[in-house]
């Protein structure tokens, strides 16, 4: 694992108090998604950026759709890493974006894990056999695309291919840094969740944008990225990846470390027996320490996430893709 490298002046003061208010619900935040976009881009084939640029330019996202994101960016691929949590709520496609595979679970298929109303692997699987089909309706092609490109920010989320019966770290109150953690609409401020979608990586980037982090990032994994390429697309891999750093970074290095629980249906913080009632006694700690070993496997993570959703892509765009 490449250790967290410090990046740029400290402007940490400046964005914390910005940290906390993006969505518990999304995977990781505004810039994270973006800057795997970002990176993905100086993976594209010339094929592949082609395909790219045509579908999503012709077919462009509603103008009148409200963005979470903004238009902070005028990159058409990094404009579209986030419109999938724009629309999750309308469509009713919550499920889509993760995975839940229990802490503990052995190494499998990932098919039981996926509900009746689907999940992250099976998503990015049904929309790239769309994104193929030649002879589908460009606009579905096109937001195809933009779920392809989001959902594989979403499967390298530890949280976000793994479950303590906590709704993916939402229920987990966690004083990180200085910031006490307090109830709030029924859900706690800061969580386990918000400090690895948005918190801890945007620290990291100490107020840099999408397209500084992700050069940051290119050069530091420089070396690892050929090794990456080769080992080619194996999704299911890539989830399991997401589940084993949950296990032993995510809960592992917090203080106290969390307790495994034995897996139940929860459907809100106050199931399996009060859940974030209990993790608020547990009086969990993010400090200094877990935020450079989180960071680490952020920058790693968005990387991969980076690369790989270029080999799909590249793949995609192969004059024979559609033939497979």
């Known amino acids: 694992m490449k250790s967290s490298l410090s990046f740029g002046s400290t402007l940490f003061f400046s964005v914390f108090a910005l940290l906390f208010q993006v969505s518990p619900t999304l995977a990781w935040g505004c810039k994270a998604h973006q800057t795997v ?9 010339s094929d592949a950026r082609q395909f790219v640029d045509k579908l999503l330019s012709e077919n462009p996202i509603d103008p ?16 579209a890493s986030t419109w999938a949590d724009d629309i999750r709520s309308d469509r009713k496609n919550g ?9 503990g679970a052995g190494r499998g298929p990932l098919e039981r894990y996926c509900g009746s109303d689907g999940c ?4 990015i699987a049904e929309q790239v056999a769309l994104l193929k089909d030649k002879s589908a ?3 579905l092609r096109a937001e195809a695309l933009r779920y392809v490109i989001h959902f594989v920010g979403d499967l390298h989320m530890p949280l976000h291919a793994t479950t303590n019966n906590d709704e993916g770290g939402n229920c987990v109150p966690v004083r990180y840094l200085r910031r006490q953690p307090h109830e ?6 800061p969580n386990l969740h918000a400090l690895w979608d948005t918190a801890i990586p945007e620290r990291d980037m100490e107020g840099a944008e999408p397209p500084e982090y992700a050069d940051y990032l290119s050069q530091i994994f420089s070396s690892d990225f050929p090794k990456w390429q080769a080992a080619g697309i194996h999704v299911d891999e ?8 949950a296990e032993t970074v995510v809960y592992a290095k917090l203080t106290p470390t969390v307790p495994a629980e034995a897996p139940t249906i929860v459907h809100s913080c106050t199931d399996a027996n009060n859940i974030g009632e209990r993790m608020m006694r547990l009086h969990l700690v993010a400090d200094e320490a877990y935020q450079q070993a989180a960071a680490a496997i952020v920058e790693q993570r968005l990387a991969q996430a980076g690369l790989r959703l270029a080999l799909i892509l590249n793949d995609a765009a192969a004059p024979a893709a559609a033939s497979h």
């Open 95 to 103: 499920p889509w974006h993760y995975i839940d595979i229990p802490r």
């Open 238 to 245: 890539w989830a399991w990846e997401s589940h084993d750093l």
């Open 120 to 123: 992250v692997t099976k998503a």
């Open 37 to 45: 976009a970002l990176i993905a881009e100086k993976h594209l084939t």
């Open 137 to 139: 309706d460009p606009r």
């Open 184 to 189: 709030s609409h029924n859900s706690f401020v």
């Open 64 to 79: 009148q759709l409200k963005r979470y994101c903004g238009g902070a960016t005028r990159d058409l691929m990094a404009d």
